[in-house]
């Protein structure tokens, strides 16, 4: 299966950050799943998960783990870091341990401030995404950040960034260290949802833990 991964790798700055594609099938069964559990008020109680989150934004909500086994939720994010840790340090994982994952859901003027995540790793992933998300007041800046997420390690230096912008597309997702600083901008003009699924987990802490 590992080898029917869509995945692409870049190193923007420090960690190596992997981008795969969700298989449209999966993105179509988290979307249903959700559009099923916000109609639902008890359920939608139970799992909200926004007081655990950074985020400014309308709903935050944690999946189920029955669904996240039936769905191959969890198949997708234990076959894409096994990859993407593989290309990375040169080492197979024997464990990977899921500790949560969630959805956001941001309309217009939501914001997600600057935070980390627990864990040993983290990523998101989007499954809606509005067609406009607005423009800039001074329509001369080079790069309209609404609606971007935004990853953030160190300080700019000569040829090292500090900053790297990602466009959010239905279906990309990308997976990061846990303690990569993070930020996504509020979008205008639209009363769209832009919709994310996030994560964090362990894995062996031998690979984890470099001054081991």
């Given at each position: 299966?590992?080898?029917?991964?869509?995945?692409?790798?870049?190193?923007?700055?420090?960690?190596?950050?992997?981008?795969?594609?969700?298989?449209?099938?999966?993105?179509?069964?988290?979307?249903?799943?959700?559009?099923?559990?916000?109609?639902?008020?008890?359920?939608?109680?139970?799992?909200?998960?926004?007081?655990?989150?950074?985020?400014?934004?309308?709903?935050?909500?944690?999946?189920?783990k029955e669904f996240v086994t039936t769905s191959g939720w969890g198949n997708f994010l234990?076959?894409?870091?096994?990859?993407?840790?593989?290309?990375?340090?040169?080492?197979?994982?024997?464990?990977?341990?899921?500790?949560?994952?969630?959805?956001?859901?941001?309309?217009?003027?939501?914001?997600?401030?600057?935070?980390?995540?627990?864990?040993?790793?983290?990523?998101?992933?989007?499954?809606?995404?509005?067609?406009?998300?607005?423009?800039?007041?001074?329509?001369?800046?080079?790069?309209?950040?609404?609606?971007?997420?935004?990853?953030?390690?160190?300080?700019?230096?000569f040829l090292s960034e500090s900053t790297f912008n990602i466009e959010p597309k239905v279906?990309?997702?990308?997976?990061?260290?846990?303690?990569?600083?993070?930020?996504?901008?509020?979008?205008?003009?639209?009363?769209?949802?832009?919709?994310?699924?996030?994560?964090?987990?362990?894995?062996?802490?031998?690979?984890?833990?470099?001054?081991?």
């Amino acid at each position: 299966m590992n080898s029917k991964l869509d995945i692409q790798f870049t190193k923007p700055f420090g960690p190596m950050i992997a981008k795969v594609s969700i298989p449209t099938e999966l993105v179509d069964k988290l979307n249903i799943y959700v559009d099923e559990i916000i109609t639902n008020k008890k359920k939608i109680k139970e799992l909200d998960y926004g007081s655990k989150l950074a985020g400014n934004v309308r709903q935050e909500f944690k999946l189920e783990k029955e669904f996240v086994t039936t769905s191959g939720w969890g198949n997708f994010l234990t076959n894409s870091v096994s990859v993407w840790l593989q290309k990375a340090t040169n080492k197979k994982i024997t464990k990977f341990q899921l500790l949560s994952s969630w959805i956001v859901r941001q309309y217009q003027n939501d914001y997600n401030p600057i935070h980390t995540h627990g864990g040993h790793l983290s990523g998101v992933g989007y499954l809606k995404v509005p067609k406009n998300l607005g423009e800039y007041s001074q329509k001369n800046k080079t790069l309209n950040k609404n609606g971007l997420l935004s990853l953030v390690h160190g300080s700019k230096m000569f040829l090292s960034e500090s900053t790297f912008n990602i466009e959010p597309k239905v279906g990309d997702f990308y997976f990061f260290p846990h303690y990569l600083m993070h930020t996504v901008y509020p979008f205008s003009d639209s009363n769209e949802e832009r919709r994310s699924i996030s994560f964090n987990a362990n894995i062996d802490d031998d690979i984890y833990n470099v001054y081991s």
